[in-house]
């Protein structure tokens, strides 16, 4: 009798969130807080992808990110609030946001690029099964590809907002990815100022389920499998996920959206209950008494609400009836302002093994986007070139401390010689950025200083 009610608890959890319970925690599918016992299933195939990313790179460089990996996975979640009871749940995605990437996905599909990442990379076995992607800001695929980004963002923010309970701002979102045969993904938390997230399954060739396992907040696994149209919302910053076991098919296509929090007394900052200095010191307070989540059932019941209130109305007409390929004379200014562009890169260090970033940018993007002060500062120092280096999409510091949200970082960039009018291959400046993310502070300091608006292109 009591398996019995054990089994009915399970069904009754896939059958009403979308998931299905393991029967397992942490470690035991692929290391996550520490290495897998060697009883563990996960413990072969971690031999397995070590060695293959030691003959791809050095064993000394795949084992620091390992390092790094399961640190942050042990580390980070303890001094972050959650906003959901388990973390985690599937629904179908809102029309508002999965129309226009399917449009976009099977538009672009045959021209996507090969995804490069740092040496001793293990968030995928990218050394075995190379993952593409189809960039939303690649400047071959405009003005779709930004009208489509904008879109995404809009179509789901009411639908984690609902699910959360939280005010949010848009804070990455890079392209479709296109996962390959035998890919494995590695169990890991995402980087801040990703926190409420989705999964948005897109399209797929597969010849068996490539389920998403996640680790909620009860500490347990589960599996979450995902078809297109359907989305997985998380809270990427406490909940561990990854597909450790490799995909059986040809492809698997899904865009990863992110959100932050804010303050809900003030929509100018953050939530205090993201702990972005978790990694460099001690908590000197102890934390916020939040009220306790809603239970998992009435949160996504909420989302599920949204979603199905978001119906895909089509582009705004701007210039127009309908998205069209990039004049030819935008095309060329854009290369024009790469080419120029190019000149000024320099060579720093790779990006931290969290950024999933397409093109991989500089640490001093990397510290402007997390808005710390002090790695903008150190770095700048080191490298004074750094403060206006462009990313491939031309994304200067400045940009991304613009898209932050963050004052003191933007002070600090123009204090340093910062280009204020330099734009991204969109052709947005900083000042535009900052007021399409509503970051009043920073907008108004940028107009204090003379800085010029300009907006994207496609605009």
Known sequence: MRLIIIVLVAVAA?????????????????????????????????????EGCAKAFSMKSCKAT????????????????????????RIRAPEAAYAPARAFWEAFRER???????????????????????????????PLGLRTKRAIWDGLKPT???????????????????????????????????VTSAIMQIDQDVDEPWPIEVVGHDGRAYNVTLTPGDVALYESHTIIHG???????????????????????DDSKNDPGV????GREQSTESRRDYPAPPPAAVSLAAADRAARASPWLGFPSVKGDAPVPAPATLAADRAARREAASKAKIAGPPTRATEHKFFVPGEAHYAAKMGDLAGVLDQVKAHPAAVNAPDENLWTPLHEAARAGVVGVVEALVQAGADLGA?????????FIARQHNHHPIVHYLESIGAPEIADDEL
């Open 243 to 265: 597909r450790p076991y490799p995909l059986k098919g040809q492809f698997f296509a899904n865009i990863f959206v992110h959100f932050i929090p804010l303050d809900p007394t």
């Open 66 to 89: 390992e390092e790094q990996r399961m640190e942050m996975n042990r580390e980070q979640a303890k001094r972050q609030r959650n906003y959901t009871s388990l973390g985690f749940g």
């Open 423 to 431: 734009r991204t291959i969109s052709g947005a400046t900083a000042l």
């Open 275 to 278: 702990d972005f200095a978790w």
């Open 160 to 194: 984690l907002e609902a699910w959360t309970g939280a005010k949010l701002k848009a804070t990455s979102l890079y392209g479709i990815r296109v996962y390959s045969e035998g890919a494995v993904l590695n169990p890991h938390l995402d980087r801040l100022p990703l």
């Open 14 to 50: 896939s059958d009403e969130g979308g998931y299905v319970p393991t029967g397992h925690g942490v470690d035991w599918s692929f290391p996550m807080h520490h290495a897998s016992p060697p009883f563990s299933p996960g413990a072969a195939a971690y031999g397995e992808f070590l």
């Open 112 to 142: 996507a690029s090969v995804e490069t990442w740092p040496p001793g990379n293990t968030y995928t076995n990218n050394w075995a099964a190379a993952s593409k992607m189809v960039s939303l800001e690649d400047g071959r695929f405009q």
